[in-house]
């Protein structure tokens, strides 16, 4: 089986003597989006070179690599994984040679949902395979349609058309630089321009670390080419389908100062969120906090609305990763006892309104409670900035089977109780979907609703909700 990849963070530079630095801080920017490996490739001497490694951007790459790598174009990856699937083989970006010694390099954000089944027939045909992602299907896809067809932009459209699922690419010839982005538009992807130079980045908050400026967004069913000639766009699908943006990127993944589908500031929309979680979920107390940093915002718009005072009550502990991402529940529990403090002055005998962004397992809201509980405080009301997520994800958020998720296992009166809170209140969907500007139906609720955007051609080991 090919092993699920899961949110990761795209960088890219064609045209900029700094092209190697700028994505080091391109990727220091995305962190967030993966931890579990980094990796840069870029053209040297009309060659790609790459280096690339388990762990953090910082702890990958020392200065020598850097400047090993110097050259005018380059890409980056940093990937975030599960259980068994944190090898190196499967680091990104992937480089291969193909037909007539050409090389590419290639990083992917999100999930195939059909990638096993396109595996099993690439394996059929003789294909070998050095990782278990699904990207690297997609760059044999590639390899066997150059083989036919008379150009690469033909065997680009022809291999996008048997994909599935979500995907953001970002690939890497000597001569030129493409991103990619699924017809549904999943997962994030931006153009930037600095100078003369052309930029892609998974997050806005990227172009704003090196100075570059914000451009358009790599439209759905789109591929933009940059080369020496500039920019062209060329749209590869026949039909279009409604946008399926995923609305989980402005609650969780992505940061508060990036802007997302259609341009929507990431910190506006979780401010707004906030404000309408108080409108809908009311309750006397005497102070509001966050659970940091993800829960801020929030935090911010329910103080604003309810007129409760804002609070700093956690303090976070900066030099631990975020416990969602480690790889094992053993790891989350472990984290979660380390990641954040509670000043007991700051609670004890008040009546407090906890905001947290989601709840996913609840295995970390149920110690922050706990905490919140030995410190004195006299009332503890927990408010979530989005609805209940009842269903697993197919298209690369890290939550796969409704087993893991407390609130498809668990009544709201359960959870409340589960985790000793004086009351718990969600947002609803369509208080959420009024913080976005985009039209409702252009953005995925799967995970909320069990409404999915692309369910045919789903591998069957995807759970079924
Ligand atoms: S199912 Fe949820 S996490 Fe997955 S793409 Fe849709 S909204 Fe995002």
Redesign the pocket.
């Given at each position: 089986m090919v092993k699920m990849k899961e949110a990761c963070g795209l960088f890219g530079v064609f045209g900029d003597p700094s092209a190697v630095e700028m994505t080091y801080c391109g990727l220091f920017t995305l962190q967030h989006r993966g931890q579990e490996s980094a990796g840069i490739a870029s053209i040297v001497d009309d060659e790609i070179h790459t280096y690339k490694g388990m762990g953090n951007v910082a702890s990958v790459f020392k200065g020598r690599h850097l400047e090993d790598l110097t050259s005018d174009k380059a890409i980056g990856h940093v990937r975030y994984s599960t259980t068994g699937d944190s090898l190196f083989e499967n680091a990104q970006p992937i480089v291969v040679r193909y037909q007539s010694g050409r090389q590419v390099a290639l990083g992917h954000n999100g999930n195939l949902v059909n990638r096993n089944a396109l595996r099993k027939e690439l394996e059929e045909q003789g294909s070998i395979f050095a990782s278990t992602t699904d990207s690297e299907v997609v760059l044999h896809l590639l390899a066997r349609m150059h083989t036919q067809a008379e150009d690469l932009e033909t065997a680009l459209i022809a291999t996008l058309r048997r994909l599935k699922g979500?995907f953001s690419l970002l690939m890497l010839w000597k001569d030129k630089m493409i991103a990619v982005r699924d017809p549904w538009g999943?997962r994030p992807l931006w153009y930037g321009k600095k100078d003369g130079a052309h930029l892609f980045a998974s997050e806005t908050a990227a172009f704003d670390i090196v100075r570059a400026d914000t451009h358009d967004e790599v439209k759905p069913g789109t591929f933009v080419i940059v080369d020496e000639n500039g920019r062209r766009d060329v749209e590869y699908i026949e039909e279009k389908p409604t946008p399926?943006h995923?609305?989980?990127?402005h609650i969780y993944f992505a940061r508060p100062d990036s802007r997302l589908f259609g341009g929507d500031l990431v910190q506006d929309v979780r401010i707004a969120a906030g404000r309408q979680l108080a409108r809908e979920h009311h309750v006397e107390a005497d102070l509001v906090c966050a659970i940091p940093d993800s829960g801020n915002q929030a935090a911010l718009g329910y103080s604003l609305e309810s007129g409760i005072p804002l609070g700093f009550v956690f303090v976070r502990n900066h030099y631990i990763g975020r416990t969602f991402i480690k790889p094992s529940a053993k790891d989350r529990i472990a984290g979660a006892d380390l990641k954040l403090n509670v000043i007991t002055s700051a609670v004890k005998g008040k009546r407090v309104v906890v905001i947290d962004d989601s709840m996913i397992r609840g295995t970390t809201g149920k110690k922050r409670i706990q905490r919140l509980r030995e410190a004195g405080a006299s009332e503890i009301h927990f408010r979530i900035s989005c609805p209940p997520t009842r269903?697993?994800?197919?298209?690369?958020?890290n939550f796969k089977s409704k087993g893991e998720l407390i609130a498809s296992q668990k009544s709201l009166d359960e959870i409340r109780d589960f985790l000793n809170l004086d009351s718990l209140g969600f947002l609803s969907m369509d208080g959420l979907l009024d913080c976005v500007t985009l039209p409702a139906d252009n953005?995925?609720?799967?995970?909320?609703t069990g409404n999915?955007p692309v369910l045919d051609d789903l591998d069957d080991d995807f759970e079924r909700s």
């Open positions: 979500a999943f399926a995923c609305l989980f990127e269903f697993p994800c197919y298209y690369g958020i953005y995925c609720t799967g995970c909320w999915y």
